[in-house]
């Protein structure tokens, strides 16, 4: 493989990966081939195994049968080492509740680090959550905890952003800052997937996978 240098040559690759679970195969013999600048939609009903495939690109699922390869900032990364890289926004995420706003920021930016570029503090403001930066989290509404998920999600230093339901009990400020967000100058060189079947949060994204659901 040709290493381009920088952020540029971030390559996600899955060979032939297949994920089961007692009551069978979610997806099976699925290849994926993911670079920086690609922003990707993965479709389908509910249960088709959308989140599931999201979780196994980012290396927090282990695939049944199959490979996933990270190529990044000039090397190979071992399977086991992909989630370092990635980073995940999903409505199912929990969300340490004993925390205030500021607090849990501080903390997930000292995990993952910043994107070069990223105001905190402005985007908090264009969220509407700058007013609750003192609140505990546990205090906060649905939406505002989805909006936390994207917060620490984009303003994290990681090349490969994952979405799940992104715009999940978001009202429709909170989708139009969501359309905002991804279409962030300082996020256009990223790997981006979403997982969702609305089309309204993954439109003009020109790659698909589409999964069907099993009976």
């Not at 952020?7 to 979610?26: H, I, N, P, V, Y």
């Not at 049968?65 to 990044?72: D, I, K």
């Not at 080492?81 to 926004?89: C, D």
Request: overall charge neutral.
């Amino acid at each position: 493989m040709i290493d381009l240098g920088g952020s540029e040559s971030t390559q996600l690759r899955m060979c032939r990966g297949g994920k089961r679970f007692e009551r069978g195969w979610l997806f099976k013999n699925l290849d994926f081939n993911g670079r920086a600048s690609e922003q990707w939609a993965i479709t389908g009903p509910n249960g088709s195994g959308k989140s599931t495939l999201l979780l196994s690109l980012g290396g927090y699922l282990e695939l049944t049968e199959g490979n996933l390869a990270l190529h990044y900032s000039g090397r190979d990364w071992p399977e086991v080492q992909i989630s370092r890289h990635t980073v995940l926004a999903s409505p199912y995420l929990d969300i340490p509740a004993s925390l205030t706003v500021k607090e849990l920021l501080q903390f997930h930016q000292q995990l993952k680090g910043i994107r070069l570029g990223w105001d905190s503090l402005e985007h908090l403001g264009m969220s509407g959550l700058k007013s609750q930066l003192h609140k505990k989290t546990a205090q906060l509404s649905s939406g505002q905890r989805q909006k936390m998920r994207l917060l620490m999600a984009f303003g994290c230093n990681a090349p490969i952003l994952l979405l799940d339901e992104p715009c999940s009990h978001l009202d429709q400020q909170g989708f139009d800052w969501y359309r905002q967000l991804i279409q962030l100058p300082i996020v256009s060189h990223l790997l981006m997937v979403v997982a969702s079947n609305d089309p309204a949060e993954y439109e003009g994204m020109k790659s698909l996978i589409h999964l069907s659901k099993s009976d």
